[in-house]
Nanobody, 115 residues
């Protein structure tokens, strides 16, 4: 299993970024995927979750209405569109899946929201 995130960077408050996670090594279309983040000094938290077929999504209250998770099962990618970014969104963002009770994480991508 390999998960590789991309798309992070520095953005001003109110700006947008799109993160992407490319998956390989498993049958992507049969597993839910999620995005998590970890800010300095804080625990890792769930940001958004999407079902295997993409028909169901869930979001942390802090990002509802601003972030959108989506997936392309043909391309084995899961994206996180982040709009109206705030300084408190600054964190390392990770994509994750769970197979047979084991959690698999990407290496993370840094998102910094600052003027």
């Amino acid at each position: 299993v390999q998960l590789v995130e991309s798309g992070g960077g520095l953005v001003q408050p109110g700006g947008s970024l799109r993160l992407s996670c490319r998956a390989s090594g498993f049958t992507f279309s049969t597993y839910a995927m999620s995005w998590h983040r970890q800010a300095p000094g804080k625990e890792r938290e769930l940001v958004a979750l999407i079902s295997s077929a993409g028909g169901s999504t869930n979001y942390a209250d802090s990002v509802k209405g601003r972030f959108t998770i989506s997936r392309d099962n043909a391309e084995t990618t899961v994206d996180l569109q982040m709009n109206s970014l705030k300084s408190e969104d600054t964190a390392v963002y990770y994509c994750k899946t769970s197979l047979w009770g084991l959690n698999y994480w990407g290496q993370g991508t840094q998102v910094t929201v600052s003027s």
